[in-house]
């Protein structure tokens, strides 16, 4: 079980947790805002969308997520 609350409006959050991680969702708060989860028995987290896009990348016809790697120069 995925638990805290939304970072958008602060809202109580309960998500069951998939049993394959890492994994990822997509929702619309009630609030209006999109929220990433981000499923991990180590570190789950939910992100404002803006957030989630600056760490990852989307796939969205393929159905992939990629964490973003940082180039070093």
Known sequence: MMMGS????????FIPMP???PAYDLEECGCGE??????????????????FLEKYDVDFEN???????KVKQ
């Open 6 to 13: 939304y970072p958008c409006c602060n809202k109580p959050l």
């Open 19 to 21: 049993e394959k991680t």
């Open 34 to 51: 999109k929220i990433w989860h981000v499923f991990s028995k180590i570190e789950p987290m939910s992100y404002l969308e803006k957030d």
């Open 63 to 69: 159905k992939i997520v990629n964490k973003k790697v």
